[in-house]
DNA sequence: CCCTATGTTCCCAA
DNA sequence: CTTGGGAACATAGG
């Protein structure tokens, strides 16, 4: 479920708790995960956030990724001894414990021996040039939305975000990638950041399961205008917000001011 | 029973 | 090679 407001305000939270802390034990509860060996009294430094990846990097050079996928959530414990059911793999500081609860087991663990690589092109909140995407979009004939969540080319805009930004600068969500002016793609860069930068304040967007690394829910789904909002009047014109399925994902619009 | 779900990957068809 | 569609992964909730 989380995306990049999700997964930076877990990575803030995280900083606070467990940069150079110890790692003093783990404990993996689900055959799924890789299982990871010699993690015990490493230190964990800085943690970062890679799109919508948190990286772990280790005192011995070693890079632990998580990939939270749709489900995967991340808790901090510190006076509960028994894990919360769909737990799936704890890491024991002397501060406290955090969990990682995935009840649909789609999450994924992993351990690298040096630095990855930037896997996405652009990062909407660091090198979102709009020239750049013009050029770099100028030859997609699919559909902006598509475009905006492949994680090949931007990193981090999962569904929610996607369905908002391009709603904020009235463009279809189903227009052609190709199409856009580099005019759009100046007002496209401005509202994602601002989108993002807001709900990453508001520690992103509870309209399920989402929860901070407290089990707190977040604010800004009382920010969404229309993500989940099929049926309500557009803020912008008054139209009425359709839901249509493109690249398998709902997608909310308005149909009179999204061109 | 039906449908949906904030993600990713793989296979197949056009 | 590019794009789109569908299924898969596994589970909960309406």
């Not at 230190?43 to 919508?52: F, V, Y």
Request: glycine share 8%; hydrophobic share 35%; charged share 25%.
């Amino acid at each position: 479920m989380p995306e990049l407001p999700e997964v930076e305000t877990l990575c803030r939270q995280l900083r606070e708790l467990i940069a150079g802390k110890k790692i003093l034990a783990i404990r993996i509860l689900d055959s799924k995960l890789e299982n990871i060996e010699n993690l015990e009294g490493r230190t964990i430094r800085l943690p970062c956030r890679a799109g919508k990846c948190l990286h772990f990097r280790l005192d011995d050079g070693r890079v632990l990724m998580l990939h939270l996928r749709m489900t995967g959530r991340l808790l901090w414990q510190t006076d509960q001894p028994v894990p919360a059911s769909h737990t799936r793999f704890i890491m024991q500081f002397d501060c406290g414990r955090l969990d990682l609860i995935d009840p649909r087991r789609f999450a994924t663990l992993g351990v690298q021996n040096e630095n990855p690589a930037p896997k996405a092109e652009f990062d909407p909140l660091n090198n979102f040039s709009p020239r750049l995407l013009w050029e770099r979009g100028g030859k997609k004939i699919l559909p902006i939305k598509s475009f905006l969540m492949d994680q090949r080319y931007i990193a981090g805009i999962g569904n929610i975000y996607a369905c908002e930004i391009l709603h904020e600068i009235s463009i279809s969500p189903r227009r052609k990638t190709s199409d856009l002016s580099l005019a759009e793609w100046r007002k496209l860069v401005i509202a994602a950041r601002d989108i993002l930068n807001k709900a990453i304040t508001c520690r992103g967007t509870t309209v399920s399961d989402w929860r901070d690394l407290f089990g707190q829910k977040g604010e800004y789904q009382n920010h969404l205008r229309v993500y989940a909002k099929e049926g309500e009047p557009c803020c912008h014109c008054g139209g009425i917000i359709e839901r249509v399925k493109l690249s398998g994902r709902g997608t909310y619009f308005c149909p009179a001011c999204q061109l």
